[in-house]
C-alpha cells in the first residue's frame, strides 16, 4: 500500500513529493510520470517511479494496486476529460483505497469555462464509487509571479478590473495535498483551499514597483483587447480566451476565496503574496 501521485514531474506533483516525504519513508511513496528520465531524480531519492502516461489505459494499469492511496494532478491537456476518466477507471480496478483529485475552488458552482473540466472530473469520481477527497485548488501566485520579468518591462494587463484573488502559492497547495494524502478522515470530503489573504491586481502591481523600485502599473483592458494581448504574445486562441474568461470570473469574485480550509490544513498561515513576489524577483 502506497501513496502515489500522478504527474509527478510537472511543478506541482514534484512539490507534493518533497511534502510527502517531510511525512512518510520514501519506500511509501511512488511517482507516476510518463518520462523516467525526467523522474529520475526522484528514483533517486528512494521514490518508485511508475512509468504511465494519462493517453495510456494499459500503462496506467500498472501504475497502482490494491489499497493505495492516489493523487490525481489534474492534466493540461484538451482532452483532459478523457484522461482523467482513465485514471479513474485504472484506480477502480486495481482496487485503490481512496483518490484524491486537484480541483478548482468551488467545485460544481464554479460557473467559469476552465472550471468545466474539474466539474466534469469530480462526478465520473463520485461517480466511481471510489472514496474520494477533491483538493479544490484556488489561483496560484506564481501564475503572476512567473511573468514579473514581462511585468517589469511592459506592465501587468488584464481584464479583472477590481475583483480580488485569493491566492497561495503552490507549496501551500502541496503541503495540502500531503496532510490529505497521508492522514485520515479526509474521505468524502470537498475542501475550498485558497490563501489567507485576497488581493487586486491594482495592489500587486503597486506590491511589485514597490519591492523592484520599478514603476508597475495595472493596465485594465476590455476581454476583446485583453485576448488580443495575449494572442500577440504568442498563446494560442483558445487558451487566450480561457485567461480571459478567468479574468471574468475573478471580477465576479469566484476566486476570492471561501474560508480558511487550506490554513487549517497545512498548520500555518499561507505564503503572503509581498512573499511570492520578493522570492521570484530573487531568480
Given at each position: ?6 504527474a ?40 518508485e ?30 482532452n ?56 479544490r ?10 511573468q ?22 503552490r ?41 523592484s ?71
Open positions: 500500500m502506497s501513496i502515489v501521485v500522478t509527478a514531474t510537472g511543478h506541482l506533483g514534484q512539490l507534493v513529493i518533497d511534502e510527502l516525504l517531510e511525512r512518510v519513508p520514501a519506500d511509501q511513496v511512488v511517482a507516476v510520470a510518463r518520462n523516467a528520465a525526467k523522474a529520475a531524480p526522484l528514483a533517486a531519492r528512494g521514490v517511479v511508475r512509468v504511465a502516461d494519462y493517453n495510456d489505459p494499459a500503462a496506467l494499469a500498472k501504475a497502482f494496486g490494491a489499497g493505495d492511496t492516489v493523487l490525481l494532478i489534474s492534466g493540461l491537456e484538451a483532459r476529460v478523457a484522461q482523467h476518466q482513465a485514471v479513474i477507471d485504472a484506480a477502480k480496478a486495481a482496487g485503490v483505497e481512496r483518490i484524491a483529485y486537484t480541483s478548482v475552488l468551488g467545485g460544481p458552482e464554479a460557473d467559469f469555462d476552465l472550471a468545466a473540466d474539474h466539474i466534469t472530473t469530480e462526478q465520473a469520481i463520485l461517480d466511481s464509487g471510489l472514496p474520494y477527497t477533491f483538493l485548488n484556488g489561483w496560484y501566485h506564481e501564475v503572476y509571479t512567473e514579473i520579468a514581462v511585468q517589469l518591462e511592459h506592465g501587468v494587463i488584464g481584464s479583472a478590473g477590481d475583483g480580488r484573488i485569493g491566492s497561495a502559492s507549496r501551500d497547495y502541496a503541503a495540502a495535498a500531503a496532510v490529505v494524502l497521508t492522514g485520515q478522515g479526509h474521505e468524502k470530503t470537498a475542501y475550498e483551499l485558497n490563501g489567507d489573504t485576497a488581493w487586486t491586481l491594482t495592489e500587486y502591481a503597486a506590491e511589485l514597483s514597490k519591492q523600485g520599478k514603476d508597475v502599473a495595472y493596465n485594465n483592458v476590455p476581454a476583446e483587447t485583453h485576448v488580443g494581448v495575449l494572442t500577440g504574445a504568442g498563446l494560442p486562441e483558445p487558451l487566450a480566451r480561457i485567461f480571459v474568461d478567468v479574468d471574468n470570473a475573478i471580477e465576479r469574485g469566484r476566486l476570492a476565496g471561501r474560508g480558511s480550509d487550506l490554513t487549517r490544513l497545512i498548520g500555518r498561515p499561507t505564503t503572503p503574496l509581498p512573499d511570492a513576489i520578493a522570492t521570484a524577483l530573487q531568480k
